[in-house]
C-alpha cells in the first residue's frame, strides 16, 4: 500500500509556477525537492485533482483571501487544502483527513515524526510551515519562513543551558559578513541586562531604537543595529530558549511585528520540546533494539532461556504500552497547540468580542467533544450578559450575575449538587441540572470582562482538558483586553476625526503631534506640514486684543492650568482669521505633563456678525432718534410756514419790505423741510414713491449737506448737465444711494482729495447695455467719482455684496454699497464701479429716462407766492380737528374757519371721540394725526365711524411715509393723506378735495 504524507506544504508565484516545496509535497507529487523548482503545477498534478484545486488558484490571484476546499487525491487518500495568497506568493498547505494507514511501525513511526514536525512549525498567523527532519531545519525553517512576515536584517535563535545562551540557527548574516563570529556564539545572560529582563519576566519585547535603550549593550559587531525583537521561546512556563530580530533602521519594528513573531516563537518552543521527546524516544528504541538482539541470541538456546524470553515479552509489552501512550500524548499535544495556534490567531484578527468568542466555542467545542461550550460576555454598561454559542450569540441572557464568581479565580465544580448556585447556572444556560462545570473568568483591567463555560453532562473533566481551557481563557483575555483598547481608542478616534472643531495634541514641548481634518480645512496646513511645529509659530499666533500675552499663555499652560481665550491667527494661504482656543494640559500617572489638548473653533464670522449686529442697532436707534426729531421739526415747520402765509395774506400789497421779510421765513422753511427729509433719509423711515424728478435739481438741494459730510479737507465740484431729462425715481431713496456714495468716497480719501458729482444724458448701445443689464435706450447718469486709494479688481467683484466691507469690522457694516444697488435696481437703473489702487473710484447710476416734451430746469426750486384767501376753497362743513400739536391745531382751526368751516377741535384721539358724541349736528370731516398720545389717529377713525359711517378721513403726520396699516383705508375713496409740513393753501385744497369725491 503506498503511504500517503500526513501533511505537505507548496509554495507557487502568481504564475502557478512552483517555487519551493518540502519533502512530503515532493513525494505526494512523486518529484524530488531539487526537480520541482521553476515547474508549473498543472503539469504535475493528477488529473482528477488539477480539476479540483487550479480554478481556486486562479481566484486566489485576484481576491487575497484564504480558501479552504477538499480534494480525493486518491482512492486512499482526501487531503484539507488551504490556499493563502501574498502579494508575492501563494501559499499551499494540503493536511491529511483520512487515509488507510499502514501497519508497519516504522511507517507509523516515520509519518508521526512528519506530523509532529508539521504541527510544531504550524500558525496561523504565519500560514504554513513545511516539515523538515532534524531540528535544525525546523530553526532554520522558522527564520526563512518569519522574513516573510517581518522585515528583518538578521535574525538568530538562542537556546538557554543555565545561565548561558547558545546560538543554534541564524539567517542573514552571510551577507553581514559576520556568519564565523555567529557560528560560534555565546554569551552570559548577566552581560546582557535585556535578555535577562526578557529571560526573567518571559515577555517580549520591541525596541525602536536601540540607541534610546538603556538595557541595550553596544558593541563593535552589533553597532549596527538600531531596530530590535527580543521574544522568549517558553514551554510550561520555562523559558527554552530566545528569537532575536535585527534591523539597521530605527523603528523597523512594532508590536504588529511583535504580534506576527509569537506564534513562531511558541513553534520554536514545540520543535525544542518534540526533540527532546524524540531524543529520549530514540534512545529508548535503540534499548529495545539491543533487547530484541539479546532475544535472537537468547533463541538460539532456547532451552536454557525460555523463562527468561517470557519476561522479556512481558517487558516489551510493557514498553510498547508506554510507546503508544508517549504518541497519545504527542498527539494531545499536537492537538492542544493547534487549538492554541487559531485561538492567537483569532486573537490577532477579530474586530469583536463576540467574533473572537465565537471562535473560541467552536475550537473548544471541536476538541472536548463531550463537554458543552459557551462564552458569557458582560456588556460594558454591566447591565447585561451576551452568550456566545458556536452557532449563534444571544445579546441578553436572563441571568442573575450573582450566580458568576466576581473574583477572577476559575471555579470548578466536579459534580453538581442540587440546590447549588452551579446547577441553576446550567440548568438556566445547558437545560440540564447534573454533571460538572467549569467556569473561567476572562478579566480585563482587574475585572471578569466576561467568562467561559465548559460542561459535561456525565463525566468529569479531565485535567489536561481543565489545563487547555485555562490556557485558552488566558489568551481570550489578553486578547479582550486589546480589543476593548482598539474599540475605545477608535471611538474617540471617529469622533474627534468628524467634530466640526479643531483638536490638536501637542508634546510636552508645545510641538504638534497631531491634528484632526478640521484644522486642516480651517487653517490649510495638514498633519505632515504641522507636525512638529510650535502653533505659535506655524499660524504667527497672536493675542486678541482682549487676550493675555503670549507669555502670559505659556507661562499659565506649563504651570498646568487650563487656558481659554482668543488668537489671531494667519492660515496657509495669508489670511487671518480668530480662534476661540481652550488649552488642555494632559498628567501622566505620575503627575507629570506629556501633552497639550487644544480644543479650537473659528469664530471670525461670528464676531463679524456680532459687530454687523451692533452696528445695525446703532442705525436702528440713529434712525429712531431721527424719525422722532423730523416728526417735531414737521410739526413746528407747518405751524411756522402757514402762520408765516396767513401773515403774508395780511399784509397790504405795497408793503414791499414785509413781504419780502415773510418771502425770507417761507424760503427757510422750505430748506428746512427739505433738511428734515433728508435727515429721514437715514432714519430709512421713507416708502416708495417714485415720482417726476430732476436729477440737477435733487442733487443741488443736496449740495449744502454733503459739503458738510464731507469737510473741509475734500474739495467738492458738481458738473450738471443742461438740458437734463427728467426721471421717475423715489427721490429720497436716491438722496439715501447718493448720500452713501458720497459717504463712502469721504472713508477712500482720509488725507483729502477730490470729489466730483457729475450729470450726463447718455444713450445706451446695444452691446453696452448687455454689459450693463439694461435694455437699449436713453438713460440719464449720475457719477460720484473719488481721488480716493481705490481698489483692485478681486475688490471691485465683490463690493455690493451684503456685509462684504474692506473697513475694519468696528467702522462698517458692509451694508452701505448693497443698499445703494437695491434702491438702483429697484428704480429700474443699473449702478457701475471702475476703480484702480492708488487712482480712486468711480460709481455711475444709470436710470432710465422719462418721455417729456420739454426737460426740467436745473436750478433749484423757490417758494412759490401764497394764495390770496379770497382765491381759496372754502365750505360750511363740520370738520372734527384731533391734533396734539399746539400750534398745529391752532393754525388748520384758524385757516379753516377763516374759509366758513365749522371746526371742532381736540388735543388727543378720546378727547376728539367725546366732542363727537356730544355734537348734535353731523360731522363731514375727521382731519386727525396718525400718531398722538392714548388714542392713535386710525383707532379714532374706526371708532367716529360707528358714530358717523358717513364721515370722511383726512390724515396728517410728522413722518412722510405713509404707515402699512393705513394702506387699505387709504384705499377706500373717502380717506386721505397729508404730510407734513404743510402750507395752509395745501390744506384747503386737500380739504375741499376730500369732501368733493
Given amino acids: 500500500m503506498t503511504r500517503c504524507p500526513a501533511n505537505a506544504f507548496i509554495e507557487l508565484d502568481h504564475q502557478l509556477n512552483i517555487t519551493y516545496l518540502d519533502f512530503a509535497a515532493a513525494h505526494l507529487l512523486r518529484l524530488s525537492p531539487q526537480d520541482g523548482g521553476g515547474r508549473s503545477l498543472a503539469s504535475v498534478l493528477p488529473q482528477p485533482v488539477a480539476g479540483q484545486l487550479l480554478p481556486s488558484l486562479e481566484e486566489a490571484r485576484d481576491d487575497p483571501h484564504r480558501r479552504v476546499l477538499l480534494l480525493q487525491w486518491s482512492q486512499e487518500a482526501v487531503y484539507e487544502a488551504t490556499i493563502c495568497p501574498a502579494p508575492e506568493r501563494i501559499s499551499l498547505f494540503l493536511r491529511l483527513l483520512d487515509c488507510a494507514v499502514p501497519n508497519d511501525p516504522a511507517t507509523l513511526l516515520s509519518a508521526e515524526h512528519e506530523q509532529r514536525l508539521l504541527a510544531e512549525t504550524l500558525s496561523e498567523v504565519t ?39 547558545r546560538i543554534a540557527s541564524w539567517r542573514g548574516y552571510r551577507e553581514q559578513g559576520g556568519e564565523e563570529l555567529i557560528a560560534q556564539l555565546t554569551q552570559k545572560l548577566a552581560d546582557f541586562p535585556l535578555d535577562a529582563g526578557v529571560v526573567r519576566e518571559r515577555r517580549p519585547r520591541v525596541i525602536p531604537d536601540t540607541h534610546q535603550e538603556p538595557d541595550w549593550v553596544i558593541q563593535p559587531e552589533t553597532a549596527w543595529v538600531r531596530s530590535h525583537i527580543v521574544a522568549p521561546i517558553t514551554h510550561n512556563e520555562r523559558v527554552l530558549g530566545l528569537i532575536r530580530l535585527d534591523s539597521p533602521t530605527p523603528g523597523t519594528f512594532s508590536s504588529r511585528d511583535l504580534a506576527r513573531l509569537l506564534p513562531l516563537a511558541n513553534a520554536a518552543a514545540i520543535a525544542l ?29 532456547l532451552s536454557v532461556a525460555y523463562q527468561q524470553a517470557k519476561i522479556y515479552a512481558q517487558e516489551l509489552k510493557k ?13 494531545r499535544r499536537n492537538r492542544d497547540l493547534t487549538l492554541l495556534n487559531r485561538v492567537i490567531a483569532a486573537s490577532a484578527s477579530a474586530q469583536t468580542p463576540e467574533e473572537l468568542l465565537g471562535v473560541v466555542v467552536r475550537e473548544l467545542s471541536a476538541a472536548i467533544p463531550a463537554a458543552n461550550v459557551l462564552a458569557l460576555l458582560a456588556r460594558a454598561d454591566r447591565r447585561g450578559i451576551t452568550a456566545v454559542s458556536a452557532d449563534a450569540v444571544r445579546p441578553d441572557v436572563p441571568l442573575a450575575e450573582h450566580l458568576l464568581p466576581g473574583e477572577n479565580e476559575p471555579v470548578l465544580v466536579p459534580n453538581i449538587q442540587a440546590g447549588t448556585p452551579a446547577q441553576t447556572l446550567v440548568q438556566a444556560l445547558f437545560g440540564q441540572e447534573q454533571g460538572s462545570l467549569l467556569v473561567l473568568p476572562l478579566p480585563v483591567e482587574d475585572k471578569p470582562a466576561g467568562y467561559l463555560l465548559l460542561h459535561t453532562p456525565a463525566l468529569s473533566l479531565a485535567g489536561d482538558e481543565v489545563e487547555l481551557a485555562r490556557q485558552i481563557a488566558h489568551q481570550v483575555a489578553g486578547a479582550l483586553s486589546r480589543i476593548r483598547l482598539l474599540q475605545t481608542r477608535l471611538r474617540l478616534t471617529t469622533a474627534i476625526e468628524q467634530t466640526a472643531e479643531i483638536v490638536a495634541i501637542l508634546d510636552s514641548a508645545g510641538r504638534i503631534e497631531y491634528v484632526n481634518p478640521a484644522f486642516e480645512r480651517v487653517t490649510g496646513y495638514s498633519l505632515a506640514e504641522a507636525a512638529g511645529h510650535k502653533p505659535a509659530d506655524l499660524l504667527q499666533s497672536q493675542p486678541y486684543p482682549t487676550t493675555e500675552p503670549a507669555a502670559n499663555i505659556e507661562e499659565i499652560i506649563r504651570g498646568g492650568q487650563v487656558w481659554h481665550g482668543r488668537l489671531k491667527n494667519r492660515r496657509k494661504d495669508g489670511k487671518q482669521y480668530i480662534e476661540e482656543t481652550t488649552i488642555s494640559p494632559v498628567w501622566d500617572r505620575q503627575g507629570k505633563i506629556v501633552n497639550y489638548v487644544i480644543a479650537a473653533r473659528d469664530v471670525t464670522e461670528a464676531l463679524l456678525l456680532e459687530a454687523q449686529y451692533r452696528q445695525a442697532q446703532k442705525m436702528e436707534a440713529i434712525g429712531l432718534l431721527a424719525g422722532g426729531i423730523a416728526h417735531d421739526f414737521n410739526n413746528l415747520l407747518t405751524a411756522i410756514n402757514g402762520f408765516a402765509e396767513l401773515l403774508q395774506q395780511e399784509i397790504p400789497t405795497h408793503e414791499t419790505g414785509l413781504h419780502g421779510l ?8 422750505n430748506r428746512a423741510s427739505s433738511l428734515v427729509r433728508q435727515l429721514l433719509t437715514f432714519s430709512r423711515k421713507q416708502e ?30 458738481v458738473h450738471l448737465s443742461d438740458a437734463l431729462w427728467p426721471v421717475q425715481v423715489d427721490p429720497h431713496q436716491l438722496e439715501h444711494a447718493i448720500v452713501n456714495l458720497v459717504v463712502n468716497a469721504h472713508d477712500a480719501m482720509p488725507d483729502g482729495g477730490k470729489l466730483t458729482l457729475r450729470t450726463e444724458n447718455r444713450t445706451v448701445s446695444p452691446p453696452e447695455a448687455e454689459r450693463l443689464g439694461l435694455k437699449p435706450g436713453d438713460y440719464v447718469t449720475l457719477s460720484v467719482e473719488d481721488t480716493g486709494i481705490g481698489m483692485d479688481d478681486q475688490t471691485a467683484a465683490r463690493i455690493f455684496e451684503p456685509f462684504f466691507t474692506t473697513k475694519a469690522p468696528e467702522k462698517g457694516t458692509g451694508l452701505g454699497l448693497s443698499t445703494v444697488f437695491g434702491i438702483v435696481r429697484q428704480n429700474g437703473g443699473s449702478i457701475q464701479v471702475e ?4 487712482q480712486g473710484s468711480r460709481f455711475t447710476i444709470y436710470l432710465p429716462r422719462l418721455e417729456l416734451q420739454e426737460p426740467l430746469p436745473a436750478e433749484a426750486s423757490t417758494p412759490a407766492r401764497p394764495v390770496k384767501a379770497e382765491a381759496l376753497p372754502g365750505g360750511s362743513e363740520t370738520i372734527l380737528l384731533a391734533e396734539d400739536d399746539a400750534a398745529v391745531r391752532a393754525l388748520a382751526g384758524r385757516v379753516l374757519s377763516r374759509q366758513g368751516y365749522r371746526v371742532l377741535a381736540a388735543s388727543n384721539g378720546d378727547e376728539a371721540l367725546e366732542i363727537a358724541r356730544k355734537n348734535p349736528g353731523p360731522i363731514h370731516l375727521l382731519l386727525t394725526d396718525t400718531v398722538m398720545p392714548r388714542l392713535s389717529g386710525e383707532s379714532l377713525a374706526h371708532q367716529l365711524r360707528t358714530l358717523y359711517p358717513q364721515v370722511r378721513i383726512l390724515f ?42
Avoid: C, W
Avoid at 835 to 838: A, K, P, T, V, Y
Fill in 319 to 331: 514498553e510498547v504500552a508506554e510507546r503508544k501512550e508517549i504518541e497519545q500524548t504527542l498527539r
Fill in 127 to 165: 500560514l504554513a510551515l513545511a516539515s523538515k527532519i532534524s531540528l535544525q531545519e525546523v530553526l532554520d525553517e522558522i527564520l526563512r519562513q518569519l522574513q516573510r512576515l517581518v522585515p528583518y536584517r538578521t535574525a538568530h535563535i538562542m537556546l538557554l543551558e543555565g545561565d548561558t545562551l
Fill in 835 to 838: 476703480s484702480r489702487l492708488g
Fill in 688 to 717: 416708495a414713491e417714485p415720482r417726476l424728478v430732476s436729477l440737477n435739481r435733487l442733487v443741488l438741494d443736496m449740495t449744502g449737506m454733503l459739503r458738510r459730510i464731507i469737510g473741509e479737507h475734500i474739495q467738492m465740484d
Fill in 956 to 997: 396728517t403726520s410728522g413722518y412722510t411715509e405713509k404707515h402699512l396699516h393705513l394702506r387699505d383705508m387709504l384705499a377706500e375713496g373717502e380717506t386721505g393723506f397729508l404730510p407734513k409740513p404743510f402750507t395752509a393753501s395745501e390744506l384747503l385744497l386737500a380739504v375741499r378735495e376730500i369732501l368733493d369725491r
Fill in 662 to 669: 415773510v418771502n425770507s421765513i417761507l424760503a427757510t422753511v
Fill in 273 to 301: 520540546e518534540n526533540a527532546r521527546l524524540y531524543e529520549q524516544a530514540t534512545q529508548e528504541l535503540a534499548e529495545r533494539q539491543r533487547a530484541e538482539a539479546a532475544l535472537r541470541d537468547s533463541l538460539t538456546q
